[in-house]
């Protein structure tokens, strides 16, 4: 749980046990909506120069300027590591953003979103229209429950990829970041599936990091990498996804000059998928090569 504030018309996310915080100034709406769910505290605010801004028991979750690099980079560099995404699995991601640009490849036949609090998907689709018209993809199944339980039930080997777009490890997703969770992940892929899952700062969750890639690999997966990304409003700016592969010799790369166009991305491009699974040498150092 982070400290946050609104002191002197700015937002205010102090990451204590870091000795950091991220501020964003606000507009004139300010602190725009707050409510305490079964599950978690959201608040909404309006800000000068980010637009609206989710934040959810006091982490910055997703806000309108910015909201692009994370989503992006959350799906495709995962999509074009398949050879054919058909069934996706999307746990947390409430505020649809991730969905959205997953239903961008035509190549998936079903994406299921499933959020754990409803509240964050109908809050967004009064904040975030644009990442919610996806709803009306009739590919898209949205799903509230518990994404634990949701994938211990799912059905074995009837995913192609599963992508864990959750908040921190703490509170309802402290169970998503764990060998048992990866286990019943493994499970429900089909050989050559793939596990993606949001994993924090490589600057200030180094040995998370390292912990998360351990129990991917006792639960079975063959291999898994890194893939990092600037996320400016979360801790340190530089963020992250795990990535884990169900079996096969080699990472696939689909990377058709005229597909990667199509999904008219911003940040996403064939450049930017293979620079950003190069990793620093110290992040090297401390995941080794698997
Ligand atoms: N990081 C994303 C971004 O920046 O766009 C936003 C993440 S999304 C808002 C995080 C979601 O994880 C929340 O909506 C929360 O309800 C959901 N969540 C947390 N624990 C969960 C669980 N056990 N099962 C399903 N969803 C969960």
């Not at 959205?100 to 959020?115: F, S």
């Not at 994993?199 to 063959?222: K, Q, R, V, W």
């Not at 700016?237 to 990667?260: C, I, P, Y």
């Amino acid at each position: 749980m982070q400290k946050n504030e609104v002191m002197a018309g700015w937002f205010t996310e102090q990451m204590a046990d870091q000795g950091t915080a991220f501020s964003l100034r606000l507009g004139k709406g300010r602190h725009l909506h707050g409510e305490k769910t079964p599950y978690q505290t959201i608040d909404i605010y309006d800000t000068e120069t980010f637009g609206i801004l989710m934040v959810i028991d006091g982490c910055t979750m997703v806000s309108t300027r910015e909201n692009f690099l994370y989503h992006e980079m959350m799906t495709h560099p995962a999509l074009n590591s398949h050879a054919a995404p058909r069934d996706v699995a999307i746990i947390g991601g409430g505020d649809c953003g991730t969905l959205t640009q997953v239903l961008k490849h035509p190549e998936v036949r079903h994406a299921t979103q499933i959020d754990i609090d409803e509240r964050v998907t109908r809050l967004a689709e009064q904040y975030f229209p644009e990442l919610t018209e996806v709803e009306r993809d009739p590919r898209a199944t949205l799903l509230f429950d518990d994404g634990i339980k949701w994938v211990k039930d799912a059905a074995q080997e009837s995913l192609d990829l599963i992508i864990i777009d959750s908040t921190d490890p703490v509170g309802p997703a402290e169970g998503l970041f764990g060998r048992k969770f990866y286990k019943d992940c493994i499970r429900a892929l089909r050989p050559g599936g793939l596990l993606v899952q949001q994993s924090e700062s490589p600057l200030l969750h180094l040995d998370l990091i390292a912990e998360m890639a351990g129990y991917m690999h006792e639960a079975g997966f063959a291999a898994t990498r890194l893939l990092h990304f600037p996320q400016p409003i979360y801790p340190s700016g530089w963020w992250s996804s795990l990535h884990a592969r169900k079996g096969g010799t080699q990472w696939v790369e689909r990377l058709d000059a005229a597909a990667v166009k199509a999904l008219g991305t911003r940040y996403y491009s064939a450049e930017m998928h293979r620079a950003a699974f190069v990793m620093p040498p110290f992040v090297a150092a401390r995941l080794g090569t698997r």
